[in-house]
Every structure is written in structure tokens, then in C-alpha cells.
């Protein structure tokens, strides 16, 4: 048996913030803004592997009212959504994103952000793909105010 999961994730970008995608922190003059370290792209992981399962969303399990997630690392949020998928008996099949950003160019930082969440997940680095995109300086994204991503996974029964 099967599931799909599909995630989207968005948050503004500020001055004063790292910008940290998929566990990597990337040098750019901007960095997103939310409760925890703001990883759009590992946010929208969690949230389709949560959705996959039918197990609501990340604002279920961290939400961002509480200040105990504050500055949070997701990649350690990360770790604990996948053991929930453990838990219930599933593996994950593969990982499919897309990041959304029109600066800064991220193509030359994909493969550490799939070795990081490969590392994380304990899965193959093949199993992963990330890929960037720009939306043509259209909208909050393309006028760089905001970086989104987009996923979606699929999991697998263990047998």
C-alpha cells in the first residue's frame, strides 16, 4: 500500500534572519521570518508527510503560539514527523520540491540541502529531488519579498 502527501510552505523575508532551506544555511543579505529557524522547504516536507498519513499539519505539533518552539531548528522537527511515519508502519518512498525564490540563485546549494535531509531522514540521496525555480518577478515571491516551496512525498507500507 501507498499514501501521497503534498506540502506547501511560504514565509517573508527579512533583514536580521539567516535564510536556512532544507537544513542549510545559505549567505544571502535576507533571511525568512517565522517562530522557529523559517525552512519553507523543510516545513513542506513535515507537512506532507504528516498529510500523507492523514495527521493534520506542522501547527498541530509546533504550534507557533508556543514559545517552546521558538527559533526551533526544523530539521529536529523534522526528525520527530518522521518517526511518527515510522510509528505507524510506513517508510518514506521518495521526496519531490521545488523551492520558489527569485534571489538569491540557489541551484549551486541543492545537492547539500539533499544530502542534509537525506542524512536526516536516513534514506538515499536518490530518493530525494530538490529543484529551484523563480516566478518571473511575479507576485510577493518574485518581488523577493517571501521564499515558498513545494513537495510532495510518497510512502510506502513496510512490509
Known amino acids: 500500500m501507498i499514501r501521497i502527501g503534498n506540502g506547501y510552505d511560504l514565509h517573508r523575508l527579512v533583514e536580521g534572519r539567516k535564510l536556512i532551506l532544507g537544513g542549510i544555511e545559505i549567505e544571502h543579505h535576507l533571511g525568512l521570518l517565522?517562530?522557529?529557524?523559517?525552512?519553507?522547504?523543510?516545513?513542506?516536507?513535515?507537512?506532507?508527510?504528516?498529510?500523507?498519513?492523514?495527521?493534520?499539519?506542522?501547527?498541530?505539533?509546533?504550534?507557533?503560539?508556543?514559545?517552546k518552539w521558538a527559533g526551533a531548528d526544523s530539521m529536529e522537527l523534522l526528525a520527530q514527523v518522521h518517526q511518527l511515519i515510522l510509528d505507524r508502519g510506513w517508510v518514506i518512498g521518495n521526496i519531490d520540491?521545488?523551492?520558489?525564490?527569485?534571489?538569491?540563485?540557489?541551484?549551486?546549494?541543492?545537492?547539500?540541502m539533499i544530502n542534509s535531509l537525506a542524512q536526516k531522514l536516513n534514506i538515499p540521496a536518490d530518493n530525494i529531488s530538490v529543484k529551484a525555480t523563480t516566478n518571473e518577478k511575479l507576485d510577493s515571491v518574485g518581488r523577493e519579498e517571501a521564499i515558498c516551496a513545494y513537495t510532495v512525498v510518497l510512502l510506502c507500507e513496510k512490509s
Open 34 to 67: 517565522g517562530h522557529s529557524d523559517a525552512d519553507v522547504l523543510t516545513h513542506a516536507i513535515m507537512d506532507a508527510l504528516l498529510g500523507a498519513l492523514s495527521l493534520g499539519d506542522i501547527g498541530h505539533y509546533f504550534p507557533p503560539t508556543d514559545p
Open 97 to 112: 520540491s521545488v523551492i520558489v525564490a527569485e534571489r538569491p540563485k540557489l541551484k549551486p546549494h541543492l545537492p547539500a
